[in-house]
């Protein structure tokens, strides 16, 4: 088994853990920056970022990130048994977790987070690190596997260099997307001073800044991440404040805000960029407003009958979750944040609904969207 272990790999994929931690700090620190201007004017900046880092949500954030990032960085290096590679790039984590556990705290200096949350992380990094880093082993594997099967030119144009470039550049996207929006939130709140609709607006911006930073044949799954993560950093904090017993509701509309300025930048994305059209996905045509005047009159009443369905159905769940957190005496800040889950569970539902409705009409409006977007892809790849 040591004959399958890259040596070469082992310090480095542990370095690039460290160094990914470090990296997923930002906008942690981004957070805390946004707590001042939501909190009291006499909390510390030390004050905010404890209040961000004993969240749940953060924690998990601080170990997946790192430990995908050095499982693929060792399944890269060592190109061969890419899971075990990938696994052990989190060994130097796992082992000072496994201190902790037995000994004790590494350092003598208090926990921000309270003791359960210390114990639950170290416990998930000994366990569940490894188990990212060997998936993030098989993503390195996957990735050589596309560079065996091009030609030289090809694999020239796709080598570990340009890989390192695109990773750097993603880190970029994601330390722009944090800096835009909190210039914006900073601006608007000094100049016009804090109204609702701003928290939408710096996402936009964010998401759209971050967003062109990326390669252009990654800016789809970056957009989604943006926006992933521009409704899951607020709603760490809301949780935050929640389990400090200080939750107030300009914590959730931070969320609703967040998610509604998503979802604006989804829909201006598809309609504004260029590679909006080029990936799109054959069964979320509908999500999309981009080019509605081209849409055939079949395809039209399939896309009401799926909004009005999707929509129904996350409406329906949405009042069944407030019902059931009330009579469980649910945190009220928590339960208006709840549609973030809702809605998306509703979309999801609404396609294999109208498939048992309406399977005909759905039948032909996917063939039309699938016509119509192979024939923009072709006008694209002719221009």
Known sequence: MLRNISWKALPVSNVVFFVAGMAAILPLVLIAQIILHFGDPATSFHTAVKAVASSLIAGLFLISCPSLAAGYVGGRIAKRQYALNGALGTTVAALLSVY????????QTASDGPAWLETLMNVLTVFAGPLLGAYGGHLAELSQLRLDAMTVEERQAHGFRSNIVVGLRWIAAFAVAAIVYLVVFVIGTNTVGFFRWLPAIATMAAIIAGTMALPPQHRN???????ALAIAAPLALLVSHVSAGDAKYGHSFLVVYNAIGA????????????????????????????????LSKSQ????????????ACGLILYLLVMAVADRLGADPHLTI??????????????RPLCALFWPDMLEQADREADARIMATQTASTFD
């Open 100 to 107: 902790e556990l037995t000994i004790g705290p590494l350092f």
């Open 300 to 311: 039209r009443s399939a896309r009401r009958y799926l909004i009005f369905v999707g929509a």
């Open 221 to 227: 799954t970056g957009c989604l991440l943006l926006m």
């Open 263 to 294: 979802l604006l930048t989804y829909q201006s994305l598809s309609a504004s960029v260029p590679w909006g059209a080029q990936h799109p996905s054959k069964r979320w045509w509908w999500l999309s407003m981009h080019d509605y005047a081209r």
């Open 337 to 350: 944040v709840s549609f973030v889950l809702t809605l998306p569970i509703g979309i999801i539902a609404a």
